[in-house]
């Protein structure tokens, strides 16, 4: 996807929103701007944006219909053939689920101030996809004789019915370095304020600007020399680095963070309070299910086993409901109405689960979490938009543990990985409060893969391979695999040892567990690779390290932006035993040393030969001891020297020497 396309699809998907008709005429051109020759922020820049302006209103059409509308104006200055590419043909999304775009007008000015505009004719629009009553479309058109040097610029409206912007995400860092991107925000003046809302602002990522007071009910906002958003490896989430600002209405009030949370958290309380309703038919099926169990873990563990092998998640693939099922389903308006319907949503699993351990006697409250695949939450913003994901959580023994049965896939007293290390709103009976939830250790997401192959003497490697893979890791595989047919499973597994690989045959391929709510992951397969020794000579060069062959360096750039983030910690080991060819004899075993990283992990590798036929290669690594998966970016170097001396031993090579014909 184009650069260009990539800019307006993020802001033109759920985030859109509109303007009035206030931005119609094409703003003067200042001759310093089309007399630049090089670009103002990123010297290696091919375009740089010399503004991005947008215009958001809410409105009702009626009194009855709320209405967003948002209109852009863009203008580029092209620096070089590659900017022209990049930029001088345009997609713009006109038509989605009550989105339509109109007014669209673009032109190219060149060098010399001359003005190409683009004809109507020269706009076309294509339906991209179409799912029910729902058509994705697209308005395309190409800007006109485009050099290094011009300038480009269009604006659009775009309206969206039965839509206020409400946690609407507006972007001020893209992909395109901008010499000033602002945002005109009008409020609507009905609906919201007659409830006792306002429209309200976040910041994020932006230092020293704020909105001002426009005339007409305006405010506004503008950015200065915004650097292009580039993403590294591992970096956080992007919305916890880029610049950008949440929209929002809210009522203003003047708390402190415990005081807001304590009162939010006693209001959710009391409004899912029937959502988690012990009733006969709960109270029947709690004590069915705990008879003869005397202590509360057992408890748990039992009703924890209950909803995840017998309730039906409807969210999740596994659950194999079609849509013209979920249209079928009545709604599920308590815990006994998804336990009599063996189903439900992810949220109506978590309640009856809840209900259920409370009709059991133990204790149990529902918790709010913001995932840290989104972005690192922090209490202080007053505002319960990031607190998306609802957990369980149980004190005893002194301690909170927290259960998601709602996710059929996690081993026992694990979360998901954006809900682990986080903190959860728990709204407990007497006081909501927050907690952090655990970080799983770099034990529990483990893979353990093992080979058993021979070598021929023309380097062809054969054998057996076989990938067990544990908690979160086995969650990532089991919720990619739970939707393929056995077939498309089995041609993945061959395209992701390919791709590795590309001489590589394989066969036998055999997974289980894929759809297991217990049991690891795993992947069994019979291997191939013509070539995979390499000849030279009267020699063999061999790579024993198979699962890390033609693997990329972790880092590979020598500059870092951004701090270094892991998803969660884990654990790699690896045992390859390869027989080697009776023609060729190994000149000389070697193993590295084990590297401890201190506080964080340890990376450890042993060759062993046996009966000089024979070798055996172990290699470990852990990482994320103590739940340290965060890095600040001036730790960058030290993180790449570690990340590159794992990779310079996984690529180690051995040396196979022809042996004399008298041998």
């Given at each position: ?15 859109i ?9 094409w703003?003067?051109?200042?001759p ?6 090089d670009?103002r ?10 503004f991005?302006?947008?215009?958001v209103?809410?409105q ?22 590659r ?78 019915d039965?839509?206020f ?35 309200s ?42 610049s ?27 409004e899912?309070?029937n ?32 909803c ?18 979920l ?18 949503t ?27 695949d ?29 259960y ?12 998901l ?18 907690h ?5 250790g ?47 499973q ?31 992951f ?13 000849g ?13 062959m ?18 969660y910690?884990w ?5 390859v ?9 190994l ?18 590798t ?16 852990r990482?994320g001891d ?10 960058y170097?030290?993180i790449k020297?570690?990340?590159?001396y ?8 051995l ?9």
């Amino acid at each position: 996807m184009k650069p260009a396309l990539r800019i307006l699809a993020s802001l033109l998907l759920p985030l859109i929103l509109g303007l009035p008709a206030a931005a119609v005429k094409w703003a003067p051109i200042e001759p310093a701007h089309l007399a630049a020759q090089d670009p103002r922020i990123d010297p290696d820049a091919d375009a740089e944006a010399v503004f991005w302006r947008t215009w958001v209103t809410d409105q009702m059409i009626g009194g009855r219909q709320p209405q967003n509308i948002k209109e852009q104006y863009i203008r580029i200055k092209i620096f070089t053939e590659r900017g022209v590419q990049e930029h001088a043909t345009i997609d713009l999304l006109s038509a989605f689920d009550k989105i339509r775009i109109g007014d669209l007008r673009a032109r190219t000015i060149k060098s010399d101030g001359r003005i190409v505009e683009v004809p109507g004719r020269s706009i076309f629009e294509r339906t991209v996809a179409k799912t029910g009553r729902i058509k994705v479309r697209f308005k395309s058109f190409s800007m006109p004789g485009v050099e290094p040097g011009d300038i480009i610029e269009y604006q659009w409206k775009q309206y969206r019915d039965d839509y206020f912007s409400q946690y609407s995400r507006l972007y001020f860092q893209r992909d395109i370095p901008s010499w000033e991107v602002s945002y005109h925000v009008k409020p609507s003046d009905y609906a919201w304020e007659r409830l006792g809302y306002l429209m309200s602002f976040q910041v994020f990522n932006v230092r020293n600007e704020a909105f001002r007071e426009m005339p007409g009910g305006w405010q506004s906002i503008t950015v200065q020399d915004v650097p292009a958003f580039k993403s590294e490896a591992r970096m956080p989430p992007e919305d916890n680095i880029r610049s950008w600002m949440l929209l929002f209405y809210s009522k203003r009030r003047k708390f402190n963070p415990d005081k807001y949370w304590s009162e939010f958290g006693k209001a959710v309380r009391n409004e899912i309070k029937n959502d988690v309703k012990i009733d006969g038919s709960i109270k029947k099926k709690a004590a069915e299910l705990t008879a003869g169990l005397t202590t509360p873990t057992r408890k748990i563990d039992r009703i924890l086993d209950y909803c995840l092998n017998h309730i039906n998640n409807i969210q999740h693939d596994r659950s194999g409901i079609t849509a013209e099922q979920l249209l079928k389903l009545k709604p599920r308006k308590k815990p006994s109405d998804t336990l009599k319907q063996g189903m439900g949503t992810g949220r109506d699993v978590i309640k009856l689960f809840t209900a259920l351990l409370n009709a059991a006697g133990i204790r149990a409250h529902i918790a709010l979490a913001a995932g840290r695949d989104d972005f690192f939450f922090n209490s202080k913003f007053l505002d319960p938009y990031f607190l998306n994901r609802m957990q369980v959580a149980v004190e005893f023994d002194g301690q909170w543990k927290f259960y998601d049965p709602s996710s059929p896939y996690l081993e026992p007293g694990m979360l998901l990985w954006p809900e682990e290390g986080v903190e959860s709103l728990i709204l407990h009976r007497k006081q909501p409060f927050f907690h952090k939830t655990p970080t799983s250790g770099p034990e529990r997401s483990r893979v353990h893969r093992k080979a058993s192959f021979k070598l021929h003497e023309d380097g062809t490697l054969e054998g057996t391979v076989e990938m067990i893979f544990h908690g979160h890791m086995g969650v990532s595989r089991k919720n990619l695999y739970d939707a393929l047919t056995p077939e498309e499973q089995q041609k993945a597994i061959s395209e992701e040892v390919q791709e590795r690989l590309n001489t590589a045959e394989v066969t036998e391929v055999e997974i289980r567990n894929a759809k297991a709510i217990r049991g690891p992951f795993t992947v069994r397969c019979r291997i191939r690779v013509p070539g995979y020794a390499q000849g030279v000579g009267r020699r063999l060069l061999l790579q024993p390290a198979y699962f890390q062959m033609n693997v990329p360096p972790e880092f590979e750039t020598s500059q870092r932006r951004y701090d270094i983030y892991f998803r969660y910690p884990w654990t790699e080991t690896d045992d390859v035993t390869i027989e080697l060819p009776k023609t060729h004899r190994l000149e000389r075993a070697s193993s590295s040393r084990p590297f401890t990283m201190r506080g964080v992990g340890k990376y450890e590798t042993s060759l062993e030969q046996s009966d000089g036929s024979g070798l055996t290669y172990r290699r470990s690594l852990r990482f994320g001891d103590n739940g340290t998966i965060l890095f600040r970016s001036d730790a960058y170097p030290q993180i790449k020297r570690t990340f590159d001396y794992f990779h310079r031993q996984d690529n180690h090579v051995l040396t196979l020497t022809r042996k004399p014909a008298a041998d």
